[in-house]
């Protein structure tokens, strides 16, 4: 399985990205997917995660409200959509992918994972 991830930049605080991550490999559907992110000098968080179906989703209390994660299984893609973005959302943000069994297709991937691809940076200037 690899993850690809994209749409990070530099934005002032206030506006909005929306980071892409595309799966190659494997069953997309098998998998939940999630958004971790590190900052220099913190340890990595957990962001967001969304289930194989697509239909349960989970997220960080720094982000509620503001971040929205989604799926679109047939272009193997999920996506995170950040809105209102502050200066310490500044980091670098990665997707994960972590396999369920059937029977477990909408349990919601946390900090665990299976695969992880490269960051992308997210910078939010005051």
């Known amino acids: 399985v690899q993850l690809q991830a994209s749409g990070g930049g530099l934005v002032q605080a206030g506006e909005s990205l929306r980071l892409s991550c595309t799966f190659a490999g494997g069953s997309f559907s098998r998998y939940g997917m999630g958004w971790l992110r590190q900052a220099p000098g913190k340890e990595r968080e957990f962001v967001a995660g969304?289930?194989?179906?697509?239909?349960?989703?989970d997220y960080a209390n720094s982000v509620k409200g503001r971040f929205s994660i989604s799926r679109d299984n047939g272009k193997k893609t999920v996506y995170l959509q950040m809105n209102s973005l502050k200066p310490e959302d500044t980091a670098n943000y990665y997707c994960t992918a972590k396999y369920y069994i059937l029977t477990d297709r909408n349990t919601i991937p946390h900090e665990d994972y299976n695969y992880r691809g490269q960051g992308t940076q997210v910078t939010v200037s005051s």
């Open positions: 969304i289930s194989g179906s697509g239909g349960g989703t």
